[in-house]
């Protein structure tokens, strides 16, 4: 919500958790085989217990059983499983990170000794699993706010410190451009970039990060569109801090947190350049239709935007279906649960 592209460089950020949601359900059988049967794709996949090696890049469904046995369960058994997610796939909405923390809390209860672990255990297993396994550059922003529920605060640069704050919003809307999107490449840029920032930085400015960095420090050795990222990395940090303000008060100032959302995107979109032509005719019509504010959703290049729509959600769902896009009707959900 607050704080896109900022948690994987150590920066707080304000997520919310939505009402679509994935499922993963199944059983024990009697011999060492993984089947899931993903319904959705009309694809399904098998593989052994024995043998755990990867068969490509993301090889979530093993890498949730890898960093489990790592945790210290066990599995004498296979599963069969079905999968299925009513959130939009590659979209940036976190559909990876939804079902790895249903895979990891699925697989948490399924071990030969079942473990009973809290909703913060399950986002840190997830994120290893889906993050640091495979070495990618993302945060852990998905996996927290996925597992956890709601809206969230979360910091993670020295220690993960998550607070629940629970705003009383009101509707949203998500708008899918249905626009294919590179989110490892973007994350590598947007991250990388600044990471080389503050490494130019540190020659006149000892000691400065992230967390520490503002306009008062030394630019000399960074060209223009190094100090124009600069800028805009603080002013996201701005923006954060006046949200959580905001949304902490009894009573909340909806315009106010709709106008924060459009100064955000203002960064995403001409700082960054991770929104699309497509993304910025749906958030405008979006607010022509009398959304309160909006902005592109996750990594960008393409995937989601949202909209802030308290009032007239069906009226802003109209226009973003009108402008090409998918639109769903959506509002703060609870995180991974156990359904029976």
């Known amino acids: 919500m607050f704080g896109e592209h900022q948690d994987y460089l150590g920066l707080p950020i304000i997520a919310m ?15 060492q085989q993984v089947t899931i049967h993903k319904p959705d794709l009309n ?19 093993k890498s949730g059983i890898k960093i489990c046995l790592n945790e210290g369960l066990s599995f ?5 499983c079905e999968v299925s997610s009513k959130i939009p796939f590659q979209a940036g909405t976190s559909s990876s990170s939804a079902i790895m923390v249903s895979w990891v809390h699925f ?8 473990a009973d672990w809290d909703l913060n255990k399950i986002a840190e297993v997830s994120y290893k699993a889906e993050t640091l396994e495979f070495e990618e550059p993302g945060g852990m922003m998905d996996q927290y706010t996925t597992s956890i529920g709601d809206f969230i605060y979360l ?7 998550v607070d629940k704050i629970n705003p009383e919003l009101g509707t949203f809307v998500l708008g899918d451009s ?12 947007c991250r990388d970039s600044r990471l080389e920032i503050i490494k130019k930085l540190e020659f006149h400015n000892p000691g400065i990060d992230f967390q520490s960095c503002n306009a008062n420090h030394d630019l000399t050795n960074l060209d223009e569109d190094e100090k124009e990222l600069y800028f805009g990395t603080i002013r996201n ?15 909340i100032d909806h315009k106010m947190i709709g106008s924060l959302l459009n100064d955000h995107q203002s960064v995403l979109r001409d700082i960054l350049h991770i929104s699309t032509d497509k993304v910025d005719d749906m958030i405008n019509v979006a607010l022509n239709a009398g959304a309160y504010g909006g902005k ?15 009032e007239n959600p069906e009226r802003v769902a109209k226009a973003i279906e009108d402008a090409g896009g998918k639109s769903y009707i959506i509002c703060s959900d609870q995180g991974t649960r156990i359904e029976k």
């Open 76 to 80: 004498s058994h296979g599963f069969n």
């Open 178 to 189: 249905l626009q294919p999107k590179d989110t490892i490449g973007i994350l590598s840029r």
């Open 43 to 61: 694809d399904s996949e098998s593989f052994s217990l024995d043998n755990l090696d990867y068969d490509c890049q993301r090889d979530y469904y």
């Open 107 to 114: 697989l948490s209860r399924m071990a030969d000794e079942p």
């Open 237 to 251: 940090k701005e923006i954060l801090n006046q949200a959580i303000v905001e949304l902490k008060k009894d009573k």
């Open 155 to 161: 910091e993670s640069n020295s220690g993960i410190v």
């Open 296 to 310: 592109i959703n996750g990594s960008g290049g393409g995937g989601c935007m949202f909209a802030y729509a308290p």
């Open 17 to 31: 958790a939505i009402s679509l949601r994935s499922y993963i359900k199944g059983e024990k059988v009697a011999n």
